[in-house]
């Protein structure tokens, strides 16, 4: 963690100069932005805990100094994360989130009006209860009577669960596989296999966040996570979009043993059926579209041939938070 | 132009220690990237230069302390700006590039093997010298017979020439429409109607870069692009690409008189046919997938009614360079 | 009726000699097949029926001297009457067939896994006893338990019942509208608003056949059936395939107030999903193919102004069987 | 010929009674259309000919007994046959037609305007001389003086000009492939390899007839032409359309060297900027989906493996015409 980042978590109250704050992407590349305030912070078990008050970004909560997600363009991942998997199933009823403990996933989860359940399994309860007091756009979803929030590490839980609890969509919404966080476990091949792919019904789908997937750092973990869901399922999309306070573009996989109808048509009607509101950034032609890839990116996820094992993980400079 | 920028251009000679270059790419943002070293830098009568040798982005070439394009990224830029219209049109013979004094707009129209003729029109002399000897990738571009390299202004040389000598693609690879800089004349209502069009052929096709394109950045000068562009010609399509080294998602638009056909199958036939050697980032489901625009900047582009006349610009706080 | 239809109606027991049937496709136009032998012949209170062994289309069910439906082809006119509907549906459950007596429109309705109940309603006993009796391809069928099987007037029965019962996919499978037959009633618009319509569940699909619509035929009934259908429900679909014993190509419609989805991928995974055996016709791309007319039917389509009201039916020398 | 045909060509002058005219499809299948009148008959070294005037085709082309083409509906035979292979080609100059002599062939192809030269080769001058005589449609064709009118059979033709003239387009108008007839030398593998292919320029398109093709006759010679191009081009695409005086399906296919790209938005493009006039039944929609077989004669192309040679053709009950 950098000074600027130590400047942000030490100073009380809110600052009247103009601060900049600055964040590590990479080793080598660094974002600034100024803030007009901190607004809160606070610290957890497993992690430090800031809400800011940028000026390009909009309120935005930080986790180890890690950007985890902005008020002016969260709903880019969190639509992303959510709805092309809800959207692809034929009638999905119950979601599992393994991690999400902000709420903006459950929070679009639960747009869906025929969903009955929505189980989400975070292992820090401060940021969750930083979260649930501060991030006002979540505040109904927290509130929401069919969601079921579990304070657990999300493997703990679903192995305790037994195999009779099943789900139509898993999701995961975790840190990246980081060096010494223990959340690399929740990507590997056999965690898939013999933990999670169990606990999905018939047409069920798993979907993850999957890291950058920019033309210079998809090879950093987005390609082995596709390539290590490609093991384990029939059937697995890549999709990606540019998130601008995450400075790349970002990648998710999804995955089922059903195969997948991702047609613009298809999707906005179900859009339209199912959703309580409206999406922002997703319609049926645009989903279609992310999971289209460029030449560059495509051909690498095609070539690649790392499998993540407990032996043999990939580590990023991530964007952190705990499993 | 800041404190790091300055630092930049007046240390003669490499730096062994490791140093940061701060880009303001907005107001209130900030990249900062590591460098190698500065390799090169100039000033001409018109602007700043340097190429940096950057740890993230490889070379980079600056021109008036903002990024211009770097080794490992700016084939996404300069692909995406040429072979979209080349491809779409059904046999160009004519390419006129405004602007491009780097010398990789032309690189990769070139590559287009049944052009007969790529003119290059630049204002800034010294900016075409510095990149002639030190960008080596494009070396053969600027060796090229079929390339006709003229120091002028675009808009003078279009009006020098007269209505005898068409074009079948004109390219705008200028700075983006800034306050004070000349520039933004060539993003005119008046300009595209008067001076351009009519230098087209029949089914001639102009192409222009149009700035920041990400969800929070698409309304600066995009969407204005677009629409200026609808009231000229019959067919506008507006594409995007992330560039990481201009910490965005790009635009480009294209328009025509005749209507695009923008298939895949096509666009990757006419690939194998007329190009020599291989794209890195565009194939035709690409091609296709760009000029799907999320639902966001869609809508804006849809709903955008200002249009740029010499009263009523819009600027940004640009990528420049002299026009 | 001509002399051929005589002798084959009159002549009792099969022929030695070389027979030829010859049936009036219109005033103008006859289609002679030869005969290996008449396997069976009766009457009823409403019409002649025949089963004839011919060389060309193999057993042949004709009713009152006309082409009803040939063991070589009838699986072309039964696949395409039923599946599409039931495909596009996102879960059918309940079938209710007007007509259908033959059989084979609920054999293929049947195959549809997930179906609990299909009611077919034909007003013709004899003709329905008829076939049981003789097409062995439909044995099956009339035998199984979810298959209803009513002997009633379609309109009087679905008025009977209500409108508490509502069904997922309504299918007319009724003669033609001919002059003098009563069976144009249930294809006018005040039976499909008033009676039909209310008898449909949220998202439920009306077909039906729609007469000949080959490019010299398709505006006797095909256009006009499909305009009035246009004037009851918010979203249309014609579609159309060559039927060789019917001696042209024969239409379809379908109807419902939510849009169709008709993509070929989404309904080759539909088929896989929902379909006990193979279709020999249909695949998904096929049925999209089907529904994309020729730009002389189609026209013919778009122009139509002709409602089916009691009192301004079209009638046609048509593919005849009671209501 | 059946004692119906000798009728016809035996009576001199227009008959007053109801006439029917009986034409044998099939050995087991006739079809019967009743005549206003006969208009014009004669007879050529090669075939009986006969112009009818026909309650439901209007005026019909009769060679040997058999319907060549009506009024009402020869537009549907003759765009499929010359307009996909046209619209495929990036800039067709020239044209071969092999047969062809009744001129519809031409003219469709000469309503492309950048064509420069049609040749059309056609054994039977007689039969040519008839149809300039009396098909009114065809006369501005057989006057436009792009057209080369060569009397001769066309493999000999096609020998004698060399290799240097080469084609763009080569189209197959010639009767089916029947037992006795020469015509099924021009269906062989080896006609295809040494004396067809030769002469097409680079990018050119061979197209020919290619006999019935509905679901009950595709397998006579339609599945095998397929097959036997197969052998002899890299890219072949087969399409069908019904015809109703032909009492069938027809089916076309066209072969190249190069991919087609069929796509519904280039060819509404091309029909736009290259075609004189209107087309009727063909528009880009149409001719996808044209090429988009049902499954059951997809499959029986797809598994056929008979290859037309000289020693081993198949024949069929054909539409004929002297070769």
Redesign the interface.
Known sequence: MGEAVKDVFFINGNSTQAN?F?EEV?????????LNSVLHQGTSKYQDIALLD????GKALLIDGKMQSSE??EF?YHECLIHPALLCH??PKTVFIMGGGEGSAAREALKHKALQRVVMCDIDEEVVDFCRRHLTANREAFANEKLCLIINDAKEELLKRGNEEKYDIIVGDLADPMEGGPCYQLYTKSFYEAVLKPKLHCHGIFVTQAGPA????HKEVFSSIYNTLKHVFKYVIAYT??V?SF???WGWVMASD??F?L?A??MN?RIG?RINGE?????G??L???A?????V?RSLLEETHVYTEENARFIHGHGRAC
Chains 1, 2, 3, 4 share one sequence.
Request: charged letters at 30%; a negative charge; aromatic letters at 8%.
């Open positions: 900049w600055e990479d080793d080598d590349l660094k974002i600034c932005y100024s940028t000026k390009h970004f002016m363009d880019i034929p009638k920019g033309v210079l750092t979009a540019h601008p400075v790349d573009t059903e195969p109808v047609n048509q298809l009607k059926e999406l922002l950034y997703l319609n032609e645009s279609v579209s992310s289209t890839l460029n030449k560059c495509r």
